[in-house]
């Protein structure tokens, strides 16, 4: 074998490596085309052109069912709400009746001193109570 004849097989050995090789990459962009193409299409059927967002059944369903639960949530916090409120309420009440009922025990004639004094301590202390729960009630609203 000469030089000439190595140098002939070289040459088509690469030969063939390039043509395989530029084969390859054609094929190859233009299955990256067929892609872009597909994927437009498939843009094209969730946005308008004008750039709006078209939903699909799936996404606004899905959507409809957050929205949902978040009704079901807002309606639970505010039923827990007044319902705070409803055991806030009857809590001054029924401190109201206790303070009526201290102080008539309180004013009857045959009281000490010290336990006047006692139910006087009762008495205010049921009242900052009271007040309490009122700003309690005035924070939910």
């Known amino acids: 074998m000469n030089s000439n004849q190595i140098l002939q097989i070289v040459i088509g050995f690469v030969l063939t490596i390039a043509v395989s ?7 190859e962009i233009d299955g990256l085309k067929q892609e872009v193409i597909t994927q437009r299409v498939q843009l094209a059927q969730l946005i308008t052109p004008d750039g709006i967002v078209i939903s699909s059944p799936e996404n ?3 959507r409809q069912d957050v929205a949902d639960r978040l009704n079901e949530l807002e309606l639970e916090v505010k039923l827990a709400g007044q319902e705070e409120r409803a055991m806030l309420q009857n809590g001054i009440t029924i401190l109201t009746q206790r303070i009526f009922a201290l102080e008539e025990f309180r004013n009857a004639p045959s009281r000490s001193a010290a336990e006047v004094e006692k139910l006087q301590m009762q008495i ?8 309490s729960n009122i700003g309690h009630i005035e924070e939910m609203e």
Do not use: P, S
């Open 21 to 27: 090789g530029l084969g390859f990459i054609w094929g």
């Open 60 to 62: 606004a369903e899905a």
């Open 124 to 131: 205010d202390y049921m009242y900052r109570e009271i007040m």
